[in-house]
């Protein structure tokens, strides 16, 4: 009752501009009450019209009024103050529709601070002291404020549910178990509550780990973005210098052929005018010749004719010189056809360099590969999540490899198989390559029977005809294998054996992950030793192999 009538002083004696209680209170002529400085403040929003108005009811007046502060009213005012209107509650501290509300509050309630869950009710800081204070209270548990409290009572049984049913998965009360839930497996509430937050925090923690290893792998990706970005940038530099380098040097080229050509236009030019000259020459010197013999031949006197015409060889004979001039111009004309031929020549090669390399290019970046850096399964279980189901490619086969199974199983024979000719088969060693190719993290087991095998990987230009150790896994740069005899095993790579130590047995696995460029042989019995292991840098994708002995059966394994 007290707060409600300190609630209502407050909205009495406050200020309707400002909304605070009055401070140097006025009153107008149409008898509301202002702060001094707000209605001040109002009217000289007004003072253009000259019409001042009141903030409440709008009356007008003019002119402007003056302001005297009500002493009387400040008076009261401060009364109030000091009698406590000012501890009154803000409007902050009662319960809004998304807040919990006091149960016990009257009226305007509050906001409940805490929620007893033996009482089933929530209570505001005034009605909560009792459950601090009364000792019968003070064992009640008390929480954060909660709107579903009701959800505790037994709906059937109007009781609180204290219990937990396991079989039924439920909360019920005392009387549910030994009603409808009687012979189940039942618990406190608390117990399983305990129980389940065990198992929370153990959820926690794993999702907590994975957040910490996403942040990682984010962090990765972070410098990835970073390197592809840097590298993405150098080759544009670089590859603009390099191209602006070509462009320059065929520039230059360009404008270094039409001089070369010009200078021997001008060189046969001159040769053709100085034979032009020569031959006018000798033109001008026939025709004399021919008006003087014209002129001998139109004598009459015989003697005259013989005495002054010269002998005179017949038929007169074709100047070197014209032959030579003529074969001069058609190796011109030649000559500079065969320039045309050799530049046309240099564009056609260049052309198919550029196409060929670019295509090259476009392939190496198409293959950018942006990666997070797993770590390596440590238990075979983890390999497992990785198991690859494997088969054989009968294209490959060597003709003796009998393949069964599902072509999962190969054995080398005596006599040859029925397959037909395919370039893809090995035709001298014992080898075949699987049908499917591996390019991302997987895992495969190959069991024998036998003295000794080849489990191999290889890319699939790996040469095939011949007997040449190009064709044989282990000796050639193509190719990566693990030899496993009965009293030793040996790793080898382009012809290069590494010793291998470890626990014999008739089963190995193969963990691949290419992108990291890791290759890892194990030993598989009770146990999973690690025999060898390979880091490198993969440029094409890998095929499962093996290599037999005659009478040796191998099988990739079915993996659950």
């Known amino acids: 009752m007290a707060q409600k009538g300190v609630q209502l002083y407050r909205e009495t004696f406050s200020c309707a501009i400002c909304l605070d209680l009055l401070n140097d209170p006025v009153a107008i002529p149409c008898g509301h009450s ?75 309630k509050m906001k409940a601070l805490k929620s007893c869950m033996f009482c089933l009710a929530s209570y505001c800081e005034i009605h909560l002291q009792p459950h601090y204070e009364a000792a019968a209270l003070k064992k009640h548990k008390l929480v954060e404020p909660s709107k579903n409290l009701q959800e505790n009572i037994c709906s059937r049984h109007d009781e609180v549910m204290k219990l937990f049913c396991r079989t039924d998965q439920q909360c019920i009360c005392y009387l549910c178990s030994m009603d409808e839930h009687k012979g189940h497996e039942t618990v406190s509430a608390a117990a399983e509550r305990t129980e389940r937050q065990r198992e929370l ?59 070369y050509v010009r200078s021997q236009q001008r060189t046969q030019l001159s040769c053709v005018k100085e034979r032009q000259e020569r031959l006018k020459q000798e033109i001008t010197e026939l025709r004399r010749k021919d008006a003087e013999l014209e002129h001998f031949s139109q004598m009459e006197d015989h003697n005259q004719f013989l005495q002054n015409c010269p002998s005179l060889p017949l038929p007169l004979p074709l100047p070197r010189e014209s032959t030579e001039s003529n074969s001069a111009n058609i190796r011109s004309l030649k000559y500079f056809e065969d320039v045309t031929a ?40 983890d390999f497992l999540r990785y198991s690859r189901e494997i088969t054989l490619d009968p294209n490959t086969a060597h003709t003796q490899l009998l393949l069964s199974e599902g072509r999962r199983k190969a054995t080398a024979m005596d006599q040859h198989q029925h397959y037909s000719s395919h370039p893809d088969r090995f035709t001298h060693w014992f080898q075949a390559l699987s049908r499917e190719s591996l390019t991302e993290r997987c895992y495969w087991e190959v069991e024998w029977k036998g003295e000794r095998i080849n489990v191999a990987v290889a890319y699939k230009n790996i040469s095939r005809a011949g007997d040449s150790l190009e064709c044989a896994f282990g000796f050639n740069d193509k190719s990566w294998k693990l030899y496993c005899g009965k009293n030793s095993s040996k790793f080898y790579y382009n012809s290069v054996p590494t010793p291998v130590s470890g626990p014999q047995s008739t089963r190995v696995g193969v963990y691949l992950d290419h992108s990291a460029g890791i290759l890892s042989f194990y030993s598989i019995s009770k146990t999973m030793t690690l025999l060898h292991r390979v880091q490198t840098t993969f440029t094409q994708p890998l095929y499962a192999g093996l290599c037999l002995s005659p009478g040796v059966p191998a099988e990739f394994c079915k993996l659950k």
Not at 50 to 64: A, K, L, N, W
Not at 213 to 222: A, S
């Open 34 to 108: 202002y702060c001094m400085n707000c209605i001040k403040v109002h009217w000289d929003g007004e003072d253009e019209r000259r019409i001042y108005s009141c903030p409440r009811c709008r009356e007008t007046f003019t002119p402007r009024p003056a302001l005297l502060k009500n002493t009387m009213l400040a008076s009261l005012v401060e009364e109030l103050k000091k009698t406590g209107l000012e501890d009154a509650p803000a409007d902050h501290c009662y319960a809004g529709p998304e807040d919990v509300a006091c149960d016990l509050c009257t009226g305007r």
């Open 201 to 259: 925090v153990v959820s926690r923690q794993n999702i907590q780990q994975r957040i910490q290893d996403r942040e990682k792998d984010l962090t990765v990706l972070q410098q990835e973005v970073e390197v592809i970005n840097h590298s993405a940038d150098k080759a544009v530099e670089d590859n603009e210098k390099i191209l602006t380098e070509l462009i320059r040097l065929m520039e230059k080229r360009r404008s270094d052929v039409k001089p």
């Open 342 to 381: 050799a530049v046309s020549e240099v564009r056609d090669k260049l052309q198919e360099v550029l196409s060929e390399k670019w295509t090259n290019i476009s392939l190496t970046v198409a293959e950018v590969d942006v990666l997070l850096s797993q770590p390596e399964p440590k238990t075979r279980a």
